[in-house]
């Protein structure tokens, strides 16, 4: 059963480019999670979804930060305008359901650079 | 809000110490309770976890007992070898409807000499 799949593992961005980052959940899981680490910190969520609907962006930021999880294919996390402080790694975890106590499975991550 | 405070490191021991890592958290109700761990250049790999009081969660030589009274969430490992050798974050799912991210510590970054 393969894991949490991200890609790609290395981006890098020149201030102003969008970055499109890709998370394929374990297989039967349905539920995706995105966190963001910044250098020197811990992970922070961002945003919760499940196929087709976003359940909680509550860690979200408000402008040029966008996701989706369509009926097929990945979960996307898309930064448009990206600037030099969004250069951090990002996370994907999924999980096979909802429930309270459902451990969450982390992907490789995509560790985004922008010059 | 949920938050979760480890100890400052990097925190160095020579092999086959003892290990203790400490966790406490700030949470209402009945969090779950997670260790995870991240070796270099990798994503997170779940260690271990507890999810209600006094359960003690383990694996790999690694223990952790949920205290309620203490709100901590302590690492331990009796032997420590090289391999051991990551960052371990503490993290808690917080109890009830919208407790759908997990909440972080800062990391806990740990070196193991030979």
């Known amino acids: 059963n393969a894991g949490v799949m991200q890609n790609p593992r290395h981006l890098v961005r020149r201030r102003g480019q969008e970055a499109r980052l890709r998370c394929s959940p374990m297989?039967?899981?349905?539920?995706v999670y995105w966190y963001r680490q910044l250098p020197e910190e811990g992970l922070k969520f961002m945003v919760y979804?499940?196929?087709?609907?976003?359940?909680?962006e509550s860690g979200m930021p408000k402008e040029r930060f966008s996701a989706e999880f369509p009926k097929e294919g990945p979960s996307i996390l898309r930064i448009q305008q990206v600037v030099r402080g969004d250069s951090a790694a990002y996370f994907c975890?999924?999980?096979?359901?909802?429930?309270?106590?459902?451990?969450?499975?982390f992907g490789p991550g995509t560790r985004l650079l922008v010059l | 809000g949920d938050s979760v405070t480890q100890m400052e490191g990097p925190v160095t021991l020579s092999e086959e110490a003892c290990l203790t890592i400490?966790?406490?958290?700030?949470?209402?109700?009945?969090?779950?309770l997670f260790w995870y761990v991240q070796y270099p250049g990798e994503g997170l790999q779940l260690l271990l976890k507890?999810?209600?009081?006094?359960d003690k969660g383990s694996n790999k030589g690694f223990e952790a007992t949920y205290r309620k009274e203490t709100t901590s969430f302590h690492l331990e490992k009796g032997s420590v070898q090289v391999s051991d050798s990551a960052v371990y974050f503490c993290?808690?799912?917080?109890?009830?409807?919208?407790?759908?991210?997990?909440?972080f510590g800062k990391g806990t970054h740990l070196i193991i000499q030979p």
């Open positions: 975890a999924s999980s096979p359901q909802r429930v309270e106590r459902e451990t969450q499975y």
């Open positions: 297989k039967g899981h349905s539920h």
């Open positions: 979804l499940q196929k087709e609907n976003i359940i909680d």
């Open positions: 400490n966790c406490t958290y700030t949470a209402t109700g009945y969090p779950s």
């Open positions: 507890a999810t209600k009081a006094d």
């Open positions: 993290a808690l799912r917080g109890e009830g409807g919208g407790a759908d991210g997990l909440t």
